[in-house]
């Protein structure tokens, strides 16, 4: 005890004899990681107040942009972080939390200077967190849905296990008493580091549960099948997910599908659905920033009735929208436009295609949501959800056509 005492207690009469600041910076020694759910990164080298490092592709094909990593042990320091492969910050520059990932907020493009961002760690931020977006992990899912724990009309139960071992959540919304005669399915995280779209369902979620008259409305005629994590393994491990190979699972709904959540999405929603399947919506974020990602809109497939549709839809949102992100039709992108071609596709298949070949099907569609800028509104955890209650107030109207 005597012994575990003294030391510190000469370090410090020595530090305040001498210099301060090393002595700071020895006493706890600067350490970056993503060893937490979620996390994603490479460190190449530290060099002085200079850290090189870049995301971890690992089966990725091709590029990607997903990061997510820790500083502990910077308080009072200015720090720059240059990415070494590529360039994969958004518009708004990194994401920062400096509550162990609880609460998040752009640090802005001025910090950025090229791949490189830099940022003054506060004197008592033991731990500052930075990634390419707002991660969403399960345990965001869990602590969101504690908050309905005794709600009738919210029930989680397990779709599948993954590879991995870890549960699939499945929730069942709105009317749960098999009388509901419209259906919906919602899917998210088919690509697991599409996480801006994870806000946009809890919003949703929300106004189905509120006590107005959409919520209510939905609740006696609408039953939901919604699988919130569909690459749950993707989203806890932190990889990229998308163009993962050899291929995805949002390219996994063709053959037999070689991902556990897919295979039984496949098998129990059409049994679920039962005929009654009217609007089926998977939910994504584009690329993290250029031309055609800075926006929000819906991804067309080759049924030509089902795009009318979604048409249809789209300007019921358009007009009834009230939240801090806009919509706008004009954005949606038809089949054999930009990337949304065959070849995007080759001969795998995607879910919202799948679903649209359902019976009795009237919607379906792929929801793009841009991770930071969506025509020049700011995205963020809480804007992304007034999307989701607008989608609601779109819902309601769409389903009480029938
Ligand atoms: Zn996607």
Not at 340 to 351: D, L
């Amino acid at each position: 005890m005597h012994c575990r005492l003294a030391i510190p207690l000469l370090l410090s009469i020595w530090c305040s004899l001498y210099a301060a600041s090393p002595c700071r910076a020895d006493a706890e020694k600067l350490q970056i990681d993503a060893g937490f759910p979620g996390g994603n990164i490479v460190v190449d080298k530290l060099d002085g107040d200079n850290v090189h490092l870049h995301q971890d592709l690992r089966d990725t094909a091709g590029d990607w942009f997903y990061w997510y990593f820790r500083v502990r042990g910077a308080q009072g320091r200015t720090l720059t972080f240059h990415f070494t492969k590529g360039n994969p910050l958004g518009v708004r520059g990194p994401a920062v939390s400096l509550d162990e990932g609880k609460t998040w907020k752009w640090l802005g493009a001025p910090a950025v200077r090229g791949s490189s961002f830099h940022f003054a760690f506060p004197a008592d931020a033991r731990e500052v967190r930075f990634c390419v977006a707002f991660p969403y992990q399960e345990r965001n899912l869990k602590d969101f849905l504690a908050r309905f724990e005794k709600n009738l009309h919210l029930k989680v139960e397990t779709l599948c296990k993954t590879a991995k071992g870890r549960e699939v959540e499945l929730l069942r919304l709105g009317r749960l008493d098999g009388q509901a005669k419209q259906r919906v399915a919602l899917t998210c995280r088919h690509h697991s580091c599409e996480m801006m779209a994870s806000y946009v369902l809890e919003g949703l979620i929300e106004a189905v549960l509120a006590d107005t008259d959409d919520g209510k409305w939905l609740r006696e005629h609408v039953e939901f099948f919604i699988v919130p994590l569909v690459d749950k393994d993707g989203v806890e491990d932190g990889d990229q997910g998308k163009n993962r190979k050899p291929y995805d699972h949002n390219r996994d709904y063709a053959g037999d599908s070689i991902y556990a959540s897919v295979k039984a999405i496949r098998e129990r929603l059409p049994q679920w659905a039962d005929g009654k399947l009217r609007f089926a919506m998977d939910m994504h974020c584009p690329a993290n920033r250029g031309n055609g990602h800075e926006t929000i809109y819906f991804v067309g497939g080759p049924n030509e009735a089902i795009w009318k549709e979604v048409g249809k839809f789209s300007k019921l949102l358009e007009t009834t929208q009230q939240g801090s992100l806009v919509y706008s039709s004009k954005n949606n992108l038809p089949f054999g436009q930009g990337w949304n071609t065959q070849a995007t596709y080759g001969n795998r298949k995607a879910f919202s295609r799948w679903a649209a070949e359902l019976p009795g099907v009237r919607f379906a569609s792929t929801l793009e949501v841009a991770y930071a800028n969506a025509d020049g509104k700011v995205v963020t955890d809480e804007s992304a959800r007034t999307l989701g209650r607008d989608l609601v107030r779109a819902l309601r109207k769409y389903l009480a056509e029938e």
